[in-house]
Every structure is written in structure tokens, then in C-alpha cells.
């Protein structure tokens, strides 16, 4: 039986989507049995003329499906010692779940809590500014991902990037992010399909533990043979050491672990600087940018987004983690540091839009070659950060007007703040860099050719968006192991091998199949 497809359908945004079956039954000369919507994108190049742009799928039968298949090792060929995933993030969790399908039970570990207790922990933060260091927005089940607009959108062109997908809906996420062009679960959504998951692992005889940290690797013969892992009440209280052999040990620390990035870097385990990018939150009103994106229909539509990027200064500057109807969050992760970061939840209905706005730092702008010294300069920021706001974890915050004209804010417009913890007014140049202060400012300007209101006078920029991607890559070789330590599998955002959700989740399958391949062919 042959599928058929139509490209191209174009509808405009008032039409139900009932049409697009009419669409298929006229060519199909009958009554369709199958019915799929493939993809779904919005045109918005006409104001004047909004058009949904699809593809379908359709037939008079359903086409029969074939569950795949994968290869299993046997019972008595399991690894003798255990195979230990390190972090719950994307990368982590989607590697557990292919372990599993080959039949291999890992356990991971979780430096912070459940998703439940990171909720608790975060509201404890904002009520009391007191932070815990190992459960907060960075750290906890889920990772950095579950307390951010949830995007399933990339770059890469992985043909991993549809199973990310399809795993996603298996474990509760909305359908329609199989075909949306720009697809988002949202944080209420993600911190449903993450206790699922969890959940799955633990059915499946596989093991999650938090409040434990990889404390230690021990290496004989060029191997990772053994681990210290460090456990934790839920009040930072150490309750225990475990000493684990290992057979194998997949690295997803994500892009904040710095003490686990200092204690690799010291056992040995190569890794080199990384380039990324620092700047500031920008909110706008959510309703200003969908008037400037889509005209007066914008009520009408899914709350706006953009996508900017500028060329204006000698450093690329772009809008990423784009964030409608969002909120400024507090990210640290450590004492005496103020991180900020953007998270919607999936009906994208608050009032304000929010978007990191990011310019790019160069190896010159580091200390030293030292291949952690992206992790210096981005707690050099941090500081001066925390320093500005009042050392409270209070944001530095400033309008746009007068951070171009370089004065300290003394009153807010239009646009209030999202950010929980409070605001004090400053001039960012006390917190960035002069090159990315100049860079911003170019942006800016430049951006608001683009967009119109970008550069609105009351817009407000909330310091300091530091924690964009990882700032080292641990170096891995063919195998996708350790080229220093064997065993070792550095993996996802925080070992600099992805860039958000879906492509942490496809590094995550891709470092699995590797493990499994290296046993399945032992045995």
C-alpha cells in the first residue's frame, strides 16, 4: 500500500483543519481511512494574508506499522559491573531508554532532586534567597531543559531527531510536536513526560538515584574502573560514600557540573575550550512582538516568537531560547553568583516575551589557555552580577534607552519584570565586558530593523545570560569514548556535543548505541 502526500497546502488561519481532509478526499476520489498531518508551519511573509502551510498524508487504509525491533544482549552476557549514566538531563534519560530497548539496565544519577523536590526548591530560593547548590534550575531531573520554553527545534539534521520526537509523545508530550515546524513541550508539559521516564526506568529494572554526585573516577590500565559517588539528603546533608566498579560510564554532567569539569580535567580526561556566548534576558510585551510579527491577527494566532541574529559589530550577537509568554528565572548554581534564564510553560500565556540576547566570546577574552578558563570568565560575570544586584540574588536590571545611552535606570515603563526574586536598577557595563556591551548595543539597533519595537524604549535587559552552552568540550574519539580515558563517554551539551533538548536527547541514542555496540561485540 503507497501512502500518498501533498505538499504545500496552504490554508488561511480562520479554516479549520476538517478542510485538509476534504483536501485529501477530493484526491483520493473517496473517504479516507488514514489521515496524518505531517508538518504545519505559519506564513507570516503577508500580513495582509496569514496562511498555515501543510503536508499531509492519506489513504483509504491505514498503512500496517512494524514496532522495531532491537537487538538484545542475553541474561548471562550482561556487564559484569554497572553501566552508570551521570545526569538526568536529556542526554542521560534518552540514553537510559535505548539501553534499555538493547536490554542493558544502567542506573543514573542525579546530582539534584526530582522533579517534585526541584519545584519545592526553587519556590524555597525565591521566597528565602537562600540557594542550594545541587538542586536548582541547572540541576535536577530533567536538567537545565525542565525549566525552559521545552523547544524541540534544531539545527542539526540528525536522523535522531524524529525518534527524540516520537519518545517524547510515548511519554505524554502533545502529538502535534511531530509535525509542528517549531515544536515545544513547555516546562508544565516536561516535568510530566520526565517523571514518566523515570518511572520507565525503574520498571524496567533500571536504576535512577538522586541527591548523588560523581565525586571521583579511578583509572588502571587507561580504563575507568571505579567510581566515587557522594549521596545527599534532600538538605545537603552527605548521608554516604559508594565506591561502584564500573563498566562503562556515560558522561551527560550538562553545561553547568563545573566541579565535575574540574575533577575530570585533574584525573586526566582531555578537554579543550570551547567558544559560546554571554549577554543579558531581553523582555518586550508579548503583545508588541505579535503585532510586529504578525499584524492586527495576532490575537488570533499562537503566541509570537522570533529569531534574530546580527552582524552589526565585529561579534556575532543572536536571540536563543526564544521564550513567548515566558518568565525571567533565577539559574544559579552556585554561592555568590547571579544567572538568569527563560522558561515558558506550554500555553505561552503570560504577559511578557522573553529571549537570551547573546554575543559571541572569543578565546581572547580569556585569561588564559587554560581549558577551563571559559568557566573563569563566565564566574567573573556571575560575580559582578551578583555584586550589582545587591548581593541578594536580586538581577541587575536596565532599559534599553538607557543602556544605550549608558545611564543607570531609574524607573520602569511599559514592560515590567518577570523575574522573581526582585530587580535593582544599574548600568550593565559593570557587569559585561566592554566588547560585549558593544556588540549588544549594535544588536540592538540593528535587530530593531528587523523587528520592529526590538529596541522599544522601556524594554527591559536582565543580567546575566551566562550558561548558554557548555564552555569546554571533553575530546572523544571514533568509539565516541574518552581519547584519554576508555570506558569514559563524554555526552551532550555540558561534554560540548549538543545544543539543546533534541540534540542532547539524539547524542544521548548516539553514545548508547556505542556502549551497547562495545559489548555486543565483546560478546
Known amino acids: 500500500m503507497h501512502v500518498r502526500t501533498l505538499f504545500d497546502i496552504k490554508l488561511p488561519i480562520d479554516k479549520g483543519e476538517k478542510e485538509l481532509i476534504a483536501i485529501a478526499e477530493k484526491k483520493l476520489g473517496g473517504k479516507v481511512g488514514y489521515f496524518a498531518i505531517l508538518k504545519k508551519s505559519l506564513d507570516a511573509r503577508d500580513k495582509n494574508n496569514l496562511r498555515y502551510v501543510y503536508t499531509i498524508a492519506f489513504d483509504k487504509k491505514a498503512p500496517v506499522s512494524e514496532k522495531r525491533q532491537f537487538l538484545q544482549l542475553p541474561n548471562n552476557k550482561q556487564p559484569s559491573k554497572a553501566v552508570l549514566i551521570v545526569g538526568s538531563g536529556p542526554a542521560g534519560l534518552f540514553a537510559a531508554l535505548r539501553l534499555l530497548a538493547h536490554g542493558m539496565t544502567p542506573i543514573v544519577i542525579e546530582r539534584g532532586g526530582s522533579v517534585e523536590e526541584r519545584e519545592k526548591i526553587i519556590n524555597l530560593f525565591v521566597q528565602t534567597r537562600v540557594l542550594n547548590g545541587d538542586t536548582n534550575v541547572q540541576f535536577g531531573e530533567g536538567g537545565a531543559g525542565t525549566f525552559s520554553d521545552g523547544k524541540l527545534n534544531t539545527q542539526t539534521h540528525s536522523p535522531l531527531n524524529r525518534e527524540v520526537l516520537e519518545e517524547f509523545v510515548r511519554f505524554g508530550a502533545p502529538r502535534e510536536i511531530l509535525w509542528l515546524a517549531k515544536p515545544h513541550i513547555g516546562s508544565d508539559n516536561l516535568k510530566i513526560v520526565v517523571k514518566k521516564m523515570r518511572s520507565y526506568i525503574r520498571e524496567q529494572g533500571g536504576q535512577v538515584l538522586f541527591h548523588t554526585r560523581l565525586e571521583d573516577i579511578f583509572i588502571k590500565d587507561g580504563r575507568v574502573e571505579e567510581v566515587l559517588l557522594k549521596s545527599f539528603n534532600a ?56 503585532l510586529a510579527q504578525y499584524g492586527k491577527a495576532f490575537a488570533k494566532l499562537p503566541s509570537a516568537d522570533y529569531k534574530l541574529v546580527s552582524h552589526a559589530s565585529e561579534r556575532a550577537t543572536f536571540t536563543f531560547c526564544m521564550c513567548p509568554g515566558g518568565y525571567v528565572m533565577p539559574a544559579s548554581s552556585e554561592e555568590g553568583g547571579v544567572v538568569v534564564n527563560g522558561m515558558s510553560n506550554y500555553a505561552r500565556d503570560g504577559r511578557n516575551a522573553n529571549s537570551a540576547l547573546i554575543a559571541q566570546v572569543k578565546q581572547e577574552d580569556f585569561e588564559s589557555e587554560h581549558p577551563l578558563a571559559g568557566v573563569a570568565f563566565q564566574r567573573k560575570l556571575e560575580s559582578a552580577a551578583f555584586v550589582a544586584g545587591g548581593r541578594s540574588y536580586a538581577a541587575p536590571i536596565q532599559r534599553v534607552e538607557d543602556f544605550l545611552a549608558d545611564r543607570e535606570s531609574t524607573r520602569f515603563g511599559e514592560v515590567l519584570p518577570t523575574y522573581p526574586i526582585g530587580t535593582t536598577f544599574c548600568d550593565l557595563r559593570s557587569v559585561l565586558t566592554a566588547p560585549i556591551t558593544g556588540a549588544l548595543k549594535c544588536a540592538i539597533v540593528d535587530m530593531d530593523r528587523k523587528l520592529k519595537g526590538f529596541a522599544h524604549p522601556d524594554v527591559l535587559l536582565t543580567a546575566v545570560e551566562s550558561r548558554t552552552s557548555s564552555p569546554i568540550r571533553m575530546e572523544r574519539d571514533e568509539s565516541l569514548q574518552s581519547v584519554s580515558v576508555k570506558g569514559l563517554y563524554p555526552c551532550g551539551e555540558g561534554a560540548g556535543y549538543a545544543g539543546g533538548i533534541t540534540s542532547s536527547a539524539a547524542d544521548g541514542i548516539r553514545v548508547a548505541e556505542a556502549v551497547f555496540g562495545a559489548f555486543y561485540a565483546e560478546n
Open 235 to 290: 538538605d545537603m546533608v552527605p548521608s554516604n560514600d559508594i565506591k561502584m566498579p564500573v563498566s562503562a560510564v556515560i558522561l551527560a554532567v550538562g553545561h553547568s557540573a563545573r566541579d565535575t569539569f574540574e575533577m575530570l580535567y585533574r584525573r586526566g580526561v582531555m578537554m579543550r575550550q570551547k567558544e559560546f556566548a554571554v549577554g543579558v534576558r531581553i523582555e518586550h510585551l508579548q503583545d508588541n512582538i505579535g
